[in-house]
Nanobody, 123 residues
Framework: QVQLVESGGGLVQAGGSLRLSCAASGRTFSSYAMGWFRQAPGKEREFVAA???????AYADSVKGRFTISRDNAKNTMYLQMNSLEPEDTAVYYCAARTFPANSVYMRHYAYWGQGTQVTVSS
């Protein structure tokens, strides 16, 4: 069993930055691919970014060049650095873990989910 806890969300003005963290329990964190997804009001949950066990990354086109995903296996923690935030980035952000080393953009490939953290970007 893996438990995931997100933190770092909040209210920020457009153009600002936030860093989200996802703390994971379990000794096998380093062998899992991890991902960030988000869900805006009235919209479906969507892929944001993912990182494999070895650090290979993938990004949604909407955040490429603005967001950076990373992981620290020694701390069992994943991060999402979000720069140049836009009002369209407003959503609940979820971290997820899959019991497989390669990353994926598909929600169905992730077995464990956090409770989410709210990010609100004002214009």
């Amino acid at each position: 069993q893996v438990q995931l806890v997100e933190s770092g969300g909040g209210l920020v003005q457009a153009g600002g930055s936030l860093r989200l963290s996802c703390a994971a329990s379990g000794r096998t964190f380093s062998s899992y691919a991890m991902g960030w997804f988000r869900q805006a009001p009235g919209k479906e949950r969507e892929f944001v970014a993912a990182v494999s066990w070895s650090g290979s990354t993938a990004y949604a086109d909407s955040v490429k060049g603005r967001f950076t995903i990373s992981r620290d296996n020694a701390k069992n923690t994943m991060y999402l650095q979000m720069n140049s935030l836009e009002p369209e980035d407003t959503a609940v952000y979820y971290c997820a873990a899959r019991t497989f080393p390669a990353n994926s953009v598909y929600m169905r490939h992730y077995a464990y989910w956090g409770q989410g953290t709210q990010v609100t970007v004002s214009s």
